[in-house]
């Protein structure tokens, strides 16, 4: 039997007065590659948030690596991309190599020095991106697909055995979307790495992933991919005449409201 990493029962979670997480439960298991979706407004983000301790749970339990989330304090076993994260302002003056060393906080010292190892694993985790070549090049001059690229080995640098994306894809040409979508496979299948990707883009999604949860009214619903069922079917069968699947040149399918 997998060990679960992440645990997630009966959560609950409102802002204000409008809850929107009405006891939702998630377990994710060592080596899944997990797509959470939804359409835009189903919370995706907000449970992502509750997993990372990002926002405070108002009720049922949020459990990392068999520790309450907000007793939890090893970090450096969870990588995390947030959404937009690539929408670098293109000013800013720092370098690929000095954006992914912020990546190793939480495995330094409490004198915050890096090294020899330290600098050894962010040249590793370049090579696995394929942006060795380009890591005095500042942030803001990469493209799109190439600053998530940074992202991905900053989370990667810390040595994490799970790893949380919000919408990695937004604002991503099609051509790279392919690219990175193979990086994230190599990281599952080749490396071991857990994988949790936040998405509504269900095109390339349901032909990855080993699991989808499906949001829906507060609460998640689980699909294993292993099923017979294929997971796009389900996805349809699931929201039904409440949702669209759009096809787009590019063949990616989005989830949106009816």
């Not at 029962?9 to 007065?17: C, L, P, S």
């Not at 690539?86 to 915050?112: M, R, S």
């Not at 020899?116 to 001059?141: C, F, P, Q, T, Y």
Request: glycine content about 8%; aromatic content about 6%; charged content about 20%.
């Amino acid at each position: 039997m997998q060990r679960e990493l992440v645990t997630v029962k009966d959560a609950v979670f409102a802002y204000q007065t409008q809850r929107v997480l009405n006891g939702a439960n998630l377990s994710i298991c060592k080596g899944d590659y997990l797509g959470l979706i939804g359409p835009n407004g189903s919370s995706k983000s907000t449970l992502l948030k509750l997993m990372l301790g990002v926002l405070k749970l108002q009720g049922g339990s949020i459990t990392l690596f068999d520790a309450p989330v907000d007793q939890f304090c090893d970090w450096g076993k969870i990588g995390y991309v947030a959404q937009n994260a690539n929408q670098v302002n293109q000013a800013f003056p720092a370098t690929v190599e000095e954006i992914v060393k912020i990546g190793l906080y939480p495995n330094l010292g409490w004198l915050k020095r890096t090294t020899d190892a330290h600098r050894k694993r962010v040249a590793e985790v370049l090579d696995i991106v394929e942006m060795s070549h380009l890591k005095h090049r500042l942030i803001g001059n990469l493209s799109g697909g190439q600053r998530q690229k940074v992202f991905i080995a900053r989370a990667l640098v810390s040595s994490p055995e799970i790893i949380f994306l919000d919408e990695p894809t937004v604002g991503i040409d099609a051509a790279s979307q392919i690219k990175f979508y193979d990086l994230l496979d190599k990281l599952n299948a080749h490396m071991g790495v857990t994988i949790v990707m936040v998405s509504h883009d269900i095109g390339i999604v349901s032909e990855k992933v080993t699991k989808i949860a499906c949001m829906e009214n507060g609460r998640v619903y689980m699909h294993d991919a292993c099923c017979a069922l294929p997971v796009a079917t389900f996805i349809e069968q699931f929201y039904g005449d409440k949702m669209h699947l759009m096809k787009h040149h590019h063949h990616t399918v989005q989830l949106e409201r009816g």
